[in-house]
């Protein structure tokens, strides 16, 4: 066994060009090399290859879909699957050692990297009122300890309860049970800080919060959009559909401030060709777009379609889509007619012949897709602009129907299945009355705290008791300083966890750290072996089950930890809820949410078919749950992102190596840094005029309109070619710089993607 670091890995910054292609052999040996470190050959080996596999673990990373079951690669999971599933079957261990030697106050200082390498969660541990210290506690009295504050609490609505979208589809609906029993809604999840702009604008709009394609769909579309996404690190496997759409004819449009590697070529390390010669091209065209200027982007589209369909009646766009389907399109094209050209190309920064090129590539294509992900929903005008990408699929019916339609990838494995399990603050009341009828007890209505609202109750007082169940909160959520100190007014803090994280040092007057099972282990409950179920990206809810020994016999899986505390919070109420069978027995959680989510019916049955069940989309069905009745054209002012002289706009994000808050390596392979993450990059000419050079070294600061001042110190300049006026550091270093306040319209998403920030040089 490889001991884990005991010192903090320095910072020594090497810079090479940025990657023009993704994956290949270079991205199969890197995985290697992780698997190697974190655990065994032969361990690492048997894991991947049962990875998204019919029976096997569904990857613990993104949510990209699988392949039919019959289309499936022998290795079908990507560098990255490679690197998270070898993370959680580490054999390096945390004992309660390791917490006598490290005070709570010494872990603060460490960084999630260094935290995370430390290794698997092994028992339960307690921070008591007063101590620097987590010891070790026994599981009952673990739960004793917050059934007892739970029921201390003078309402049911302060306490939150926060998940991540790693949880399974049986853990989500028991925790949501349970909260709703405990008698609130105060469920945040970390698509308040993911997708939610996307949620709410299809909502709106489609009456769907969800994506309307399949892979089949991706494969056999004529164009598609890669809009405000890295596929070619965030969501690797995506390419391999994007290759054979583009071997069945696609063409490709990126947009993005970045040229990406993974926009630009594939070598498919899965075919014996790929791992030699040029690759695939991905992006036929790709617009090197500023931030925040896909709303105006997609407005000057409509706009040219329209005009397009004026030059020829009849032959542009869809009348009898739009005249059966939609509502809203005579006020729509008004609006959309009069979008001015010098805000489109002030938004984005493109020349109107790039537009009017991508208009051709749409006229010229029967069926087209768009994908988005965080470029699009983290930012002040995320919500109008999905509802501009929806105008644009709408005009020329590309929705509902093979080849075509809407896309959000979501991030987090089963983040989409988590909602469905009515892990939401603001459940609709069909669901709430299902579980009334199907337990007996009366829900909350009233609307509960999202993220970013749970940290402005906590900073008031108002919240108590938070409980995590996966995540990392602490580091996810915006503006680490206010966030910090609203976790540490409360009374208890707990998470739920198979890794120690920035979470477990910011601790509420008690704190407690619950150990847990991971995707990759074998579950054994009193019903015999269990397994859990996901929903990923296209609708698609399937079997994950875990094969290896469980890295410590004290671990007690999610959906346990939670019917225990359930029972012994509620006791026999309210309602009638079995919780000792639901955690004997997963198949008991699965016949009770078959009775209560629409489309899951027979659930148990149907899932253990190979592939599992795809969920209808009412869309794909012509059916549209709007105000309307019908999907909705809506007119959106255009938005043109300005920021003052002397400053940039700030987007954070992922580097190579990382899953969202936890570093891997301090590489970022594709973008050709190497050997520290804190570094900032910024286009050449906006170093010139700022009379910066690569290496200087700065502080970030956030301009917002309040007095506190958000700093993040010691960043290197480099130059790299990312639109003028922007810059790109990585999350979650750059979290300070967020400001709680800052939040996409509507769906009260933090801006990760757009902070206005200047760079002061940093006092050596
Ligand atoms: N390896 C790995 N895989 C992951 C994750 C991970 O951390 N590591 N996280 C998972 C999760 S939870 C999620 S949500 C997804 C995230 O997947 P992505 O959304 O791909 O993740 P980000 O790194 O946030 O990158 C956003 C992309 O949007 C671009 N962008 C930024 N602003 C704009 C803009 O205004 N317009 C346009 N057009 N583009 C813009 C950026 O340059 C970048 O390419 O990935 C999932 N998969
Ligand atoms: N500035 C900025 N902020 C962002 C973003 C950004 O792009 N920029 N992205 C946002 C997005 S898209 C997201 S999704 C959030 C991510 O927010 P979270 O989902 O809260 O964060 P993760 O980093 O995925 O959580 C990692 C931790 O999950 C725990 N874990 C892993 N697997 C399991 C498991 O099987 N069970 C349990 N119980 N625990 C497990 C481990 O302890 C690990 O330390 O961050 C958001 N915050
Ligand atoms: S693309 Fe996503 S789901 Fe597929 S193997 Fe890679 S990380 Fe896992
Ligand atoms: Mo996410």
């Not at 049911?156 to 609906?173: H, I, K, L, W």
């Not at 617009?287 to 397009?308: C, K, S, T, V």
């Not at 389907?325 to 008004?334: D, L």
Request: net charge neutral; with cysteine; charged share 25%.
């Amino acid at each position: 066994m490889k001991k884990p670091p005991r010192e903090e890995p320095r910072d020594d910054l090497t810079v090479t060009p940025p990657k023009t292609w993704a994956a290949g052999v270079p991205a199969v040996v890197h995985a290697l090399e992780y698997s190697l470190e974190q655990t065994s050959p032969r361990q690492s080996a048997v894991d991947l290859l049962t990875m998204n596999q019919v029976d096997g673990i569904d990857c613990p990373g993104c949510a990209w879909a699988d392949p039919a079951p019959g289309r499936r690669h022998r290795n079908e999971y990507c560098e990255n699957g490679a690197k998270h599933i070898n993370d959680e079957a580490t054999t390096r261990r945390i004992t309660a050692g390791f917490f006598r030697e490290h005070s709570v106050s010494d872990l603060g200082r460490r960084s999630d990297m260094w935290l995370n390498q430390q290794g698997r969660l092994t028992e339960p541990m307690v921070k008591r009122p007063g101590s620097d210290h987590y010891e070790p506690i026994s599981w009952r009295d673990a739960l004793n300890l917050l059934a007892e504050e739970l029921k201390a609490l003078d309402t049911p609505d302060e306490a939150v309860f926060y998940t991540s979208g790693r949880v399974s589809n049986e853990a989500a609906f028991v925790l949501q049970l349970f909260a709703r029993a405990y008698g609130t809604n105060n469920l945040p999840d970390c698509s308040n800080m993911c997708h939610e702009s996307s949620g709410f604008a299809l909502h709106e709009t489609l009456g769907t919060g969800k994506g309307t394609v399949g892979l089949d769909d991706l494969h056999h579309a004529d164009l598609i959009f890669l809009v405000g996404q890295n596929p070619g690190t965030n969501h690797p496997r995506q390419l391999s559909a994007l290759e054979q759409a583009k071997s069945n004819g696609a063409r490709i449009v990126a947009v993005n401030p970045l040229p990406e590697a993974g926009l630009l070529r594939f070598k498919n390390p899965q075919k014996a060709r790929g791992l030699i010669g040029q690759g695939v091209r991905i992006a036929d065209r790709f617009l090197h777009i500023r931030p925040g200027g896909d709303m105006a982007l997609f407005q000057a589209l409509n706009r040219l379609l329209l005009e397009a369909e004026d030059a020829r009646p009849g032959k542009v766009l869809d009348h009898a889509f739009i005249d059966g389907c939609t509502s809203g399109f005579e006020e729509f094209a008004e609006h959309a007619r009069d979008v001015s050209w010098d805000d489109v190309l002030a938004a984005t920064g493109l020349a109107r012949e790039e537009i009017e090129q991508v208009r051709d590539e749409v006229l010229r294509s029967e069926r087209v897709v768009v994908c988005w992900a965080m470029g699009i929903t983290q930012h002040k005008h995320g919500v109008p602009t999905i509802r501009e990408i929806v105008n644009f699929l709408l005009l020329r019916g590309n929705l509902g129907r093979a080849g075509a339609g809407a896309c959000p990838v979501r991030g987090h494995s089963n983040v989409q299945g988590n909602r469905t399990m009515g892990i939401w603050e603001q459940m609709p009341d069909s669901f709430l009355d299902a579980l009334q009828r199907e337990f007996g007890f009366d829900p909350p209505r009233a609307h509960g705290l999202d993220s970013v609202n749970s940290i402005k109750a906590m900073r008031e007082g108002r919240i108590k008791f938070f409980l995590g169940v996966a995540g990392n909160f602490v580091r996810a959520a915006p503006d680490s300083a206010v966030t910090e100190e609203a976790m540490r007014s409360c009374r208890l803090t707990a998470h739920v966890s198979t890794k120690l994280n920035g979470s477990h040092t910011v601790c509420g007057q008690t704190a407690l750290i619950l150990p847990t099972l991971g995707r990759t282990e074998r579950d054994r409950q009193a019903g015999g072996e269990q397994f859990v179920t996901v929903e990923n990206s296209m609708s698609e809810v399937h079997t994950s089950r875990g094969r290896l020994k469980p890295a410590s016999s004290l671990l007690l899986s999610e959906v346990a930890i939670l019917c225990r505390l359930a029972r012994r919070t509620l006791g026999d109420g309210p309602g009638n809820v079995p919780w000792e069978e639901f955690e004997a027995d997963y198949s008991a959680i699965r016949d009770r949410i078959a009775r209560i989510v629409p489309g899951l019916h027979d659930f148990n049955r149907r899932v253990a078919r190979p592939g599992g069940i795809r969920l209808p989309n009412p869309v794909n069905e012509g059916v549209y749950r709007t105000a309307t009745g019908k999907a909705m054209f809506t007119s959106n002012a255009c938005h043109v992102p300005r920021v003052p002289e002397g400053h940039l706009l700030l987007q954070t994000l992922r580097s190579h190596d990382q899953w969202n808050t936890i570093p891997y390596t301090h590489n970022d392979r594709y973008r050709g840094i190497h050997g520290s993450r804190r570094v900032v990059m910024v286009n050449p000419a906006d170093l010139n005029a700022l009379a910066l050079t690569g290496g200087d070294r700065v502080d970030l600061v956030s301009v917002w309109h309040d007095d506190a001042e958000r700093r993040a110190e010691g960043f290197e300049v480099v130059p790299y070619p990312t639109a003028r006026g922007s810059a790109a550091a990585y999350y979650p270093e750059t979290q300070v710089l967020v400001p709680l306040d800052s939040v996409a319209d509507l769906s009260n998403q933090p801006t990760s993607k757009g902070i206005v920030v200047r760079l002061e040089r940093a006092v050596p």
